[in-house]
């Protein structure tokens, strides 16, 4: 069974929601990132998303651009990504997914990054640029080596994009909470709880929410009507304010409250 589905069914079984937080490979080096990764898996991380470096991050804001522009300058590149999470592995069984522009990936070939991947340990793939109805060779590379694809919903998905992402994606259903690139944001929309309710009447897979969560107020908020909060943006304005904070202070300083606030704990 691969990483994600156990972590679902473990959650599940405590009922407890997802925690994922998004790293910016190589931002500010792939060593420090794989040092965060294990930190935030001690202060109770549930999946980590790490971010494959690009030129034209058009789903993304500021705060992940210059991350992405950072890690490009350290030559940071998609096979050392998948070098650093198989030394990860040796550590780690917390479940990883890569969230990286088509580009790339096909830059890569896809044969043999579905190969790679899964002998690297990484879990699934998100892939922003990719709509479930493009992404099929994609996914049937991936899902024949036991790799996930996670595909996006956002507000303005009609209900055929819903049934088509429901039914393509595997381990769960990736919930944009809002029009616009990734960033953190003051408000979020009150819709939320209704557009979950109308996704999952398509899928019986968790939905987790993503985009503009950047407060522990907002985490539990987010977390009492999905399956799982999605924190990037904050994370990565934090670790570029701190970049020689040690993995664990930082994760303690910055990512415990809000692990805290989307489990609901502390209310």
């Known amino acids: 069974m691969n990483r994600i589905d156990k972590k679902f069914l473990e959650l599940r079984r405590k009922n407890e929601k997802a925690l994922i937080v998004y790293l910016a490979a190589g931002d500010p080096s792939l060593a420090k990132t794989g040092e965060l990764v294990l930190a935030l898996e001690k202060e109770g991380v549930d999946l980590i998303e790490l971010g494959v470096p690009f030129s034209d991050p058009l789903a993304d804001g500021p705060v992940i651009q210059e991350a992405s522009g950072r890690a490009l300058k350290k030559h940071t590149t998609l096979k050392k990504i998948l070098a650093c999470v198989a030394a990860l592995r040796k550590k780690t069984q917390i479940p990883i997914l890569l969230m990286s522009y088509l580009n790339p990936l096909l830059r890569y070939g896809l044969p043999a990054l579905a190969r790679d991947a899964k002998k690297s340990g990484v879990d699934g793939f998100i892939v922003p640029d990719l709509p ?48 616009g690139v990734t960033g953190i944001r003051r408000k979020l929309s009150a819709e939320i709880g209704r557009k979950l309710k109308g996704i999952r009447r398509e899928s019986r897979l968790p939905v987790c929410v993503g985009f503009g969560i950047s407060t522990p107020d907002q985490a539990r908020k987010v977390a009492s009507v999905s399956d799982g909060v999605i924190v990037g943006s904050a994370v990565v304005k934090a670790l570029a304010a701190h970049p020689s904070m040690g993995a664990a202070e930082f994760s303690r300083r910055f990512v415990r409250p809000l692990v805290r606030a989307g489990k609901g704990e502390g209310r």
């Not at 956002?154 to 381990?171: F, Q």
């Open 132 to 179: 479930p109805e493009e992404g099929r060779q994609v996914a049937s590379l991936m899902r024949g080596r036991g790799v996930h694809e996670v595909f996006l919903l956002a507000p303005t998905s009609p209900p055929k994009r819903i049934r088509l992402a429901a039914r393509a994606s595997r381990g769960f259903i990736y919930y944009v909470s809002l029009t």
